[in-house]
């Protein structure tokens, strides 16, 4: 199993467009055979800034996820959105339900 943290940090006025473009692509991943998980979280303190949370079955589960139409569309649109690039940190569970 693979768990990634993306960290993003999105323009002040292009929260909105963000989150209705990564509520598509999160709609979309959770049908994906291998997705365990997906979940998108709003920095409270700053909304600007988001993580998501994606759990996949395996490496290819994953790399899976990086050819799919709606993974492309959401890569494509938030491009410009964002104040910096976005980061990710990949963890292989260990306590986890």
Not at 19 to 45: Q, S
Request: charged fraction near 25%; aromatic fraction near 12%.
């Amino acid at each position: 199993m693979i768990a990634n943290l993306v960290s993003v940090h999105v323009k002040e006025d292009c929260i909105e467009q963000f989150k209705e473009i990564t509520a598509y692509n999160h709609e979309n991943t959770r049908k994906e055979p291998g997705n365990v998980r997906f979940d998108v979280l709003w920095n409270k303190a700053d909304p600007t800034r988001f993580t998501l949370y994606e759990v996949f079955a395996d490496d290819a589960a994953a790399a899976f996820h990086k050819t799919t139409a709606h993974y492309q569309k959401w890569r494509d649109t938030v491009a410009d959105y964002m104040a910096e690039p976005r980061s990710a940190v990949s963890n292989t569970p260990l306590c986890f339900d």
